[in-house]
Each structure stands twice: as structure tokens, then as C-alpha cells.
């Protein structure tokens, strides 16, 4: 199945940096997810956004939905350890019922 | 509130053999998406059931197939299995086919 190019793979940052992440699609989505994912534990929503430009905060977490339609961006700011974890992305094309999911970004944060 | 859960957690298995997986959707879920994640990968769209019924199939053969209960419980069977099937097999619940979907922490099924 298809799955959406997230970048970088993975980050090593120190405690107290802000961090940026992106996803990108060679498809058009209507709707962007934000999870995070500890080890043996399933994904936890962070954000959603539904519509293009969008700019939606959740705590130090900031994600925005691209005008493209075909990219999303997640930034978190004063980075803390429990920050560590697997990011992913996921889109939901118009119509469509199932998530397609992102290759994950790895953090690392550094105390 | 009482979020998504999965039973069992960890599961080992030979291959050939058959499995159930059972996910109870968290409190006012109507629609249940089942999603098997390999070792390292992001989690892979297999079905999803709303009112008793499969509404959307990934690319996953006939020997995955599901069930949803009127609690809107649902099943996950896997027939014949593979060692590729050895995944963390993860159930999402949402209040409608196209909403926010919450999952639950998953079951390691492990193929020898």
C-alpha cells in the first residue's frame, strides 16, 4: 500500500530545542493526523487538520495542513525527554474511510 | 471514558495455524479499522467495519477476515498463517466512517 515520505528518518536534539518534521504525498489528502508512538504501544493522536493552510496548536505541538494538499508539517517547541518517541503522519483522501500512514520520524531528545 | 482495548497482547503462533484478535472500540465508537505495522514501518490498512459490515479493505488477502458485534466489538481472523504475518496488529476506533481514529495499544502476534 502506499505510504506517505517523512523527514528526517530520525533526530537527535537537545532538551530545550525546537523541532521540525515533515510529510509529503505524491497524492491529495482532505484530511492530516498527527500520532505519536512509544515502544509496544499503539499510536496516540496528537493533531488533525481538515483543511489546506490550516495552523492548529496543541500545546507545544504545532501542525500545519499544506496548501498543496500533499504535505503537512509538524513543529514542537522546548523539546522535553518525554518528547521521545515516533512521530507519524497519516492522510485520509477525500471519500476514502482508511488512514495512509508516513515512514515515522525517530526522536531522540538529549537531556 | 474507556479508550480502545486489545486482547490478547502477545500471541505466538505457528505458521499454518489460525488466529483471533478482539478489540472492544472505546465508549460512543460506532466504526472499528483494523491496521497490521511491521517491525520499523508505519501501520498498513487492512479493513474496517461499520454497522456489522466490512466498509473498505486494504490490499490484504481473504485469509484476513473480521467481524463487528452490535457493542461494535469486532474480530480480526487470520487463516493459514504466514511468518510475514508476525506484526503488531493495531485497532482503531472512530464515531463515524471518516473520523479521527483512536487506537488501541495493539497485539504482538509472533509466527514461527
Known amino acids: 500500500g502506499q505510504q506517505l515520505n517523512q523527514s528526517p528518518q530520525s533526530m537527535f536534539i537537545q532538551e530545550g530545542e525546537d523541532v521540525s518534521m515533515n510529510c509529503t504525498s505524491s497524492?491529495?489528502?482532505?484530511?492530516w493526523l498527527w500520532y505519536k508512538q512509544d515502544p509496544g504501544e499503539g499510536p496516540v493522536l496528537l493533531i488533525a487538520l481538515y483543511k489546506a493552510g490550516e495552523l492548529t496548536s496543541n500545546g507545544r505541538l504545532t501542525a500545519q495542513f499544506g496548501i498543496t494538499r500533499k504535505d503537512s508539517f509538524l513543529n514542537i517547541s522546548a523539546s522535553i525527554p518525554s518528547d521521545v518517541g515516533i512521530y507519524f503522519c497519516?492522510?485520509?483522501?477525500?471519500?476514502?474511510?482508511?488512514?495512509?500512514f508516513g515512514t515515522g520520524t525517530r526522536l531522540t531528545v538529549i537531556p | 471514558e474507556t479508550g480502545v482495548t486489545q486482547s490478547p497482547t502477545h500471541l505466538i503462533k505457528t505458521r499454518g495455524q489460525q488466529v483471533t484478535l478482539r478489540c472492544s472500540s472505546q465508549?460512543?465508537?460506532?466504526?472499528v479499522s483494523w491496521y497490521q505495522q511491521a517491525l520499523g514501518q508505519g501501520p498498513q490498512f487492512i479493513f474496517q467495519?461499520?454497522?456489522?459490515?466490512?466498509?473498505g479493505r486494504g490490499n490484504f488477502p481473504p485469509r484476513f477476515s473480521g467481524l463487528q458485534f452490535p457493542n461494535y466489538s469486532s474480530e480480526l481472523n487470520v487463516n493459514a498463517l504466514e511468518l510475514d504475518d508476525s506484526a503488531l496488529y493495531l485497532c482503531a476506533s472512530s464515531s463515524g466512517q471518516g473520523h479521527e481514529q483512536y487506537f488501541g495499544p495493539g497485539t504482538r502476534l509472533t509466527v514461527t
Open positions: 497524492s491529495i489528502f482532505n484530511t
Open positions: 497519516a492522510g485520509r483522501r477525500s471519500g476514502a474511510n482508511n488512514l495512509f
Open positions: 467495519y461499520y454497522r456489522e459490515e466490512e466498509n
Open positions: 465508549s460512543g465508537h460506532n466504526t
